[in-house]
DNA sequence: ATAGTTGTTATATATTATATATTACAACTA
DNA sequence: TAGTTGTAATATATAATATATAACAACTAT
């Protein structure tokens, strides 16, 4: 698992670490139970700061993505991650991205299509 | 046409109201050449900074969603807006919400039936 | 025991993003 | 003449993002 970090993107640091683990559990790349790179040694790699990594790390562990020991590092979460809202948060961030899609002209049937194809890529 | 904003939320109020025009683009709510309260006018209404509707005002010119006018103001655009890169643009936004959804047991299906859902929704 | 690691906490600083406040301008309209 | 329009400029305040530095308790390896 390679982070890569773009720095001039709009997508804050800890975010875009955020997004690529979530991506890696679901494609499999990340195995529950896996170790993940420590704070320090992750912020070493991608030459950012611990404290960028950890407010990443962090959230993931509030959504029980990862658990992490103050003794034994961060690990992928040897449980299901928390349904929580997911339909309803799915909702809210889709709904500006479909009036977007509709204003632009994708028809429903090429959304779902971009959808679909998006599901065959990160299983793959 | 009535703009609602959540001054508590995590999405600032420039975007939330470039987002509700989109939807009422999108939706037939507003129609083209229909003309939009001055940033002025809006401001007040919403209790907010003129020049935080300016900006989302701007935005929306930017994409060509509408047009200003320094005298007769703004109006929903007559020419359907640029395609430009849609649907990277899309993939680049969808991407992190799938992978989510498949770590949270969403699969494709109810994936896809809750944008077609929200289709339905905005087109009503 | 010593050295090095872990997440965690705390404090400080810098930059950018967001939002407001105020003023002013040229070009209109009523 | 009075009031409107988008636009521009300046200033201020707060929050978000990112870095820098230091320290702590709890381990692990040598």
Redesign the pocket.
Known sequence: MVIKIV?D????????IYNQIVIGIASGALQKGEE????????ADI????????????ML?DESFIV???????SISAKDPEMGNIMQQLEQELTPMVAQAICKGVTREQFNELCSRLYSSILS
């Open positions: 720095f993107a709009d997508t804050p640091i800890y975010t875009q993940l790179p420590s704070v320090r040694r992750l912020s030459g950012v700061n611990l404290h960028t990594v950890n407010k990443a790390y962090a562990r992490m020991d103050r003794r034994s590092g961060a």
